[in-house]
């Protein structure tokens, strides 16, 4: 299995599919396929943390706690801001504005609530299609438990909500309609799509977007490929794309820590994944996260840049030795880079020798 984009304890399981009762305005957890009424507002924001976290009178640690809210509440982004104080405990300093007080920026996934009018049928002549998801979370059942994955099977031994996240992409190989007539996906995990465990569930279909061609189409095809390079700053937690000497790409990242930091040297891209389910370890001391998107290998058997939907903290570094990068910055260099991938092709290796895109760590002192 590729590295997985972070470690997680006991404490970390729950947070893949949320803890406790807190949902949008903290409605209690309901179980069975429906779309949440999420706020309505452009831009939501998802507490991603793993826990509670609160809710300040102003953009400052120290200023006035209003309350706490759990796992998934969903809030309206009305705006993000400077701290007012600065915190030296933090490398980050924005936070968001709320209709119910300010929360640390890095606490929430920036989401969309974007319902879909879902397909009612597998296109013709394919086994299925990729599918992003474009609401802030939606809840699945299990097809045939019991539950192989050691996430997913924690999660269902205590009860806990299951879920996927905004902006994770499935594979989906069957469409039906369920007894309340809403048209459902079913989400397949065999080890064929995202080298999953053989899980499959299902979720409302209107949850998902299916995938386009444009979706994986590459960006500047006709630059040549052996000009590309991917530059990726350790000290900085930045990642920038060059065409010759030319900057064409900026983005912050979370690379790793301590024991599983990012290696450092001349890399190349030799495979890439539309997604990869990411696992590991133990329930104790692992990692298990389905739909890890954009994934652009690049170093040992599986260090890469993909997409992280679980917090949004770049800048600081946090993953288990991977790139971490918000999914919109994952796509753009998922499709810059080479080999390039297609929705009937969506995982490859490049052919050695110079079949992939150049890729350069470096830890650089001030």
Sequence with gaps: MPNAPRTLSRRDFLKLAGLGAGTMALRP??????????????R????????????????????TTITEVYEDTVFPWLRETNADVLDYNRINQRWVETP?????ASYLQPCRNLPNTPLTAIPEG?????????IPYVDFDMDNPPARSPGLSYLIANGLPTRLYYSQVMWIDQVTTNGSGKVVYRVNESEGHG??????????????????????????????????????NLTYQTLSCFEADKEVYFCRVSTGVSDNSTPVGDHITW????????????????????????????????????????????????????????????????RWTTPSVSLDESDIE????????HVIVEERLY
């Design 29 to 42: 957890f309901r179980r069975g396929l429906f779309l949440p009424d999420f706020p309505a507002s452009d």
């Design 44 to 63: 939501l924001g998802r507490n991603s943390t793993g826990g509670k976290i609160p809710i300040k009178t102003r953009p400052d640690a120290a200023s």
């Design 100 to 104: 119910e007080g300010f929360v640390y």
């Design 126 to 134: 394919k086994p299925g299609f990729w599918a992003e998801v474009t």
């Design 195 to 232: 080298y999953g465990y053989g899980d499959a569930y299902w979720a409302e279909g209107a949850a998902f977007r299916p995938l386009t061609a444009d979706d994986v189409a590459p960006i500047h095809p006709e630059v040549d490929p052996n000009t590309k390079t991917v530059v990726v």
């Design 271 to 334: 495979r890439k994944a539309i997604s990869i389910h990411m696992a590991g370890g133990t329930v104790d001391a692992g990692y298990d996260t389905p739909g890890v998107s954009w994934t652009t290998l690049f170093s040992g058997t599986g260090v890469a840049v993909h997409a992280a939907f679980w917090h949004n903290n770049f800048g600081e570094k946090r993953s288990h030795g991977c790139v971490n990068c918000k999914p919109e910055d994952a796509r753009w260099i998922f």
């Design 350 to 357: 490049a052919k050695y020798p110079n079949g992939g895109t």
